[in-house]
């Protein structure tokens, strides 16, 4: 009934447009300079079949004034002739009918190829209504990047794989595999990864065009109300850039992605069942998207210390696009989003819906900020903050950081596998292959342990942190280092400042004790000078045998706390219960012990 009135008054429309005198936007202060957000919208011309049909435009990009676009509906009224409701909206650069798509290519697109080809992510989603140009848009952006990829102006050797899926509802499809089902995951880091869909190498341009072909021929597309070809699912073409100069780098990916069309209720009316249960899909994710899209938006409004909840995990759209959306995210990315609009009076309202979007990321723009460096977690250092922390941290002597991580990240030095971690340490003068060890597991523990508290308590590795590079006294203890020691570059020898919690290495003399008895493992933690139980002392003194009583008693001695073997390898655990008098003449070196409140253990550390 709507769409009849309009029709009928398309001459009134036009005229009251014609007559529209638009008011200046406030200003919005300096331009970013480099946003990791860029926003543009598009509006494609009315086809040939919507003019035929009476329809005429409604949306238009403001002459004179960039980056707005005035939206026009003509209100129905009781009496008299129906006004027009005029709104606008700033939506970042605006690319009219009269705009090719290698114009949106590059100004939109072309700036994040160079970001990729250096080992970040891009990605370019396109939004909108049903029918309102996003895939005529992605295909032909497609199309060009396919070209620049390999036409010489990037600099250096890359490999390039490509894969093609599309997500319907929460299954994803392998488009470059006859459909093939397959999983999307999160790995260690946080990072999505799709599990099962097949990579193509690949070295042309028309190489990559046949890829694009061919998974056109997969993709699942319908008949709408508003397209005759629309796309059903969300179609996503992601290209990983590898250097193979330097494989401890990141590697670069491009992700494009075409979304699936929103329907308004109305325009399902007809539909079969599966066909609601499809649109209802599309609509859900679609939805959980602008969430997404909104609590980015409000992410960095601060006024309150609370961050917003952005629920990137709710379908499998958002978690493939988790990168743009999760605020801990640690791969630093940039992305590009095109807000695709019909132009026609009988589409304001999906416009207006869409524009209102485009308009809330136009906000995300200027306030999206990097998820930065947290000492607690090792996936977000860069390399000057790792080398920082492998000198502080890795023991004494020292690793060298130059030559454990010459130029990687935090995250990239996890991804080393620990052979090739220990050996690296191994080259370092005076590091133990224990050492090298110990270290290894310290760091990997920070890493687990900063991931499985990712939802914001503060984790035993951030404590851990905390009690070893900054001052927090009442969380000292999770490790048996000496505070009083932090940042001294010359520490005296250990026996000249034993004390309480210190845990040592030590001989034991005792020939009658079993290789299975935990005081074999000879660590000890020191609880105080033996005086201060002697009796208790004395028992033990005997259990050690003649020999050892007679050394001890030559010395100073300490009763110590016996440390066994924990039920986890590499484990060990203080028991207090079991205490042993050492003399200071059979201790044989500090080690540090560091408790970890997930396993309940101890470890050695460095
Ligand atoms: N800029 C443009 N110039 C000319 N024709 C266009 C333009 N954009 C879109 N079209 C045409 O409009 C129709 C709908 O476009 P398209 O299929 O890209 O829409 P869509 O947003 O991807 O729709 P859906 O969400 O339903 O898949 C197609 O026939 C397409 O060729």
Redo the contacts with the bound molecule.
């Keep these: 009934m709507m769409e009849e009135f309009l029709l009928q008054h398309a001459d009134r429309h036009q005229h009251l447009i014609r007559q529209f005198k638009p008011k200046p936007r406030p200003n919005e202060g300096d331009p970013v300079t480099s946003p990791k957000i860029t926003v543009a919208t598009r509006i494609?011309?009315l086809?040939d079949e919507e003019t035929a049909s009476g329809q005429v435009p409604a949306a238009f990009a403001r002459v004179g004034e960039s980056g707005v676009v005035d939206l026009h509906e003509l209100r129905r009224v009781v009496r008299g002739p129906p006004p027009l409701n005029s709104s606008s909206f700033r939506v970042g650069e605006v690319f009219g009918p009269d705009r090719n798509t290698e114009s949106i290519y590059e100004d939109l697109v072309q700036p994040l190829l160079p970001w990729v080809w250096e080992g970040h992510i891009g990605t370019l989603f396109a939004y909108?209504q049903?029918?309102?140009?996003?895939?005529?848009s992605v295909n032909g952006i497609e199309r060009l990047i396919a070209g620049a990829l390999f036409d010489g102006t990037l600099e250096g050797q890359r490999r390039l794989h490509v894969s093609i899926f599309e997500l319907a509802g929460n299954s994803a499809f392998d488009l470059l595999n006859t459909r093939a089902p397959f999983s999307i995951l999160e790995d260690s880091f946080g990072n999505t990864q799709l599990a099962g869909a097949k990579e193509h190498e690949v070295t042309s341009t028309p190489d990559l065009l046949a890829l694009i072909e061919e998974s056109a021929l997969f993709r699942q597309t319908a008949s709408?109300e508003k397209?005759d070809?629309?796309?059903r699912t969300h179609a996503i073409c992601r290209i990983r850039v590898q250097n193979p100069t330097q494989n401890t780098l990141d590697d670069g990916v491009f992700y494009l992605v075409d979304l699936?069309?929103s329907e308004a209720a109305r325009d399902i009316f007809n539909h079969s069942a599966d066909r609601m249960k499809e649109t209802r899909e599309i609509n859900i994710s679609l939805s959980i998207l602008k969430d997404c899209i909104r609590g980015l938006a409000n992410m960095d409004n601060s006024k309150s210390s609370k961050k917003p909840y952005i629920p990137f995990r709710q379908s499998t759209l958002t978690k493939v696009l988790k990168h743009v959306f999760d605020p801990s995210g640690n791969h630093e990315c940039r992305t590009a989003v095109l807000a695709?609009i019909g132009p026609s009076f009988l589409d304001t309202g999906a416009t207006k819906n869409t524009l209102r979007y485009a308009e809330m990321l136009r906000s995300a723009e200027m306030k999206v900020v990097s998820s930065g460096y947290n000492p607690g977690v090792p996936s977000t250092w860069n390399n000057k903050e790792l080398r920082n922390y492998i000198k502080i941290q890795s023991g004494n002597p020292s690793v060298s950081p130059s030559v454990l991580a010459p130029s990687e990240t935090g995250e990239q030095l996890l991804r080393l596998s620990s052979s090739q971690f220990i050996s690296r340490c191994l080259r370092s003068d005076g590091v133990s292959s224990d050492q090298a060890k110990a270290f290894h597991a310290k760091f990997w523990r920070l890493h687990i342990d900063s991931q499985r508290n990712s939802s914001g308590k503060t984790s035993t590795a951030k404590k851990n942190v905390q009690t070893l590079c900054k001052d927090s006294p009442s969380e000292r203890y999770s490790s048996s280092r000496d505070p009083a020691l932090e940042g001294k570059t010359t520490v005296p020898d250990f026996k000249e400042r034993i004390r309480p919690g210190m845990v040592i290495s030590w001989t034991c003399h005792s020939p009658s004790i079993s290789p299975s008895d935990p005081l074999k493992q000879n660590l000890a933690l020191v609880l105080c000078p033996q005086i201060a139980d002697a009796a208790q002392a004395q028992a033990f003194l005997g259990f050690l045998g003649d020999k050892a009583r007679q050394v001890s008693q030559r010395g100073q001695r300490y009763l110590c706390a016996t440390v066994s073997s924990g039920a986890l390898a590499d484990t060990y655990e203080v028991n207090m219960w079991r205490q042993v008098v050492v003399d200071v003449k059979d201790m044989e070196a500090e080690v540090l012990l560091e408790y970890d409140a997930a396993t309940r253990y101890h470890h050695i550390t460095v």
């Design positions: 494609r011309p086809l909108g049903t029918g309102s140009g996003k895939t005529y709408t397209n070809g629309s796309s699936a069309g695709c």
